[in-house]
Antibody, heavy 114, light 106 residues
Framework: QVQLQESGPGLVRPSETLSLTCTVSGDSMNNYYWNWIRQSPGKGLELIGR???????KYNPSLEGRVTMSVDASKNELSLNLSSVTAADTAVYYC????????WGQGTLVTVSS | DIQMTQSPSSLSASVGDRVTITCRASQGISNYLAWFQQKPGKAPKSLIY???ILQIGVPSKFSGSGSGTDFTLTISSLQPEDFATYYC?????????FGQGTRLDI
């Protein structure tokens, strides 16, 4: 049974960089798209970007320039960096597998505040 | 981006009822549509992919249909655990996008 688990700071200061890790267990990361998605009351569910197991990435144009994603298949981990955060980046952040998403992490709340 | 519009936004039903939720895409997406269930404070749970195929372990009381721009999720014989918010998601083109959700209340 595939399981995804997000981890990282729950509080980030404005203008700083949000960094999260997703650890995948129960299956290989190969041959799948891996997504970072966030959910906030104001904007619903929003794709941040996706990464393939090869490391190729596509980012949501709305966040382009602030997002960096990477994958370490040997560690079964993917990571997210979102720079220059503001209060608008406060959300629950999920990692999720697949283009038609089949599995979700439990999510982690990140609050941007000084 | 492809806009996904769900209707209704909220829906009240009773245990034992059958309900249908609609999802409309702003342009054709073939059958690249998924449905999710989300309960308060929890992550979404994947129910259906390719518009009508149940994810492993999802009971057959859930069914999906549609192609192109119009899709439906039907839940039969509602039980207390089915009261949640439901979302659709298109994955025909990047970026994947989600509907705004349909809240199903008792």
């Amino acid at each position: 049974q595939v399981q995804l688990q997000e981890s990282g700071p729950g509080l980030v200061r404005p203008s700083e960089t949000l960094s999260l890790t997703c650890t995948v267990s129960g299956d290989s990361m190969n041959n799948y798209y891996w997504n970072w998605i966030r959910q906030s009351p104001g904007k619903g569910l929003e794709l941040i970007g996706r990464i393939y197991d090869s490391g190729s990435t596509k980012y949501n144009p709305s966040l382009e320039g602030r997002v960096t994603m990477s994958v370490d298949a040997s560690k079964n981990e993917l990571s997210l960096n979102l720079s220059s955060v503001t209060a608008a980046d406060t959300a629950v952040y999920y990692c999720a597998r697949g283009n038609g998403i089949s599995h979700w992490g439990q999510g982690t709340l990140v609050t941007v505040s000084s | 981006d492809i806009q996904m519009t769900q209707s209704p936004s909220s829906l009240s039903a009773s245990v034992g009822d059958r309900v249908t939720i609609t999802c409309r895409a702003s342009q054709g997406i073939s059958n690249y549509l998924a449905w999710f269930q989300q309960k308060p404070g929890k992550a979404p749970k994947s129910l259906i992919y390719l518009a009508s195929i149940l994810q492993i372990g999802v009971p057959s009381k859930f069914s999906g249909s549609g192609s192109g721009t119009d899709f439906t999720l039907t839940i039969s014989s509602l039980q207390p655990e089915d009261f949640a918010t439901y979302y659709c998601q298109q994955y025909n083109s990047f970026p994947i996008t989600f509907g705004q959700g349909t809240r199903l209340d008792i």
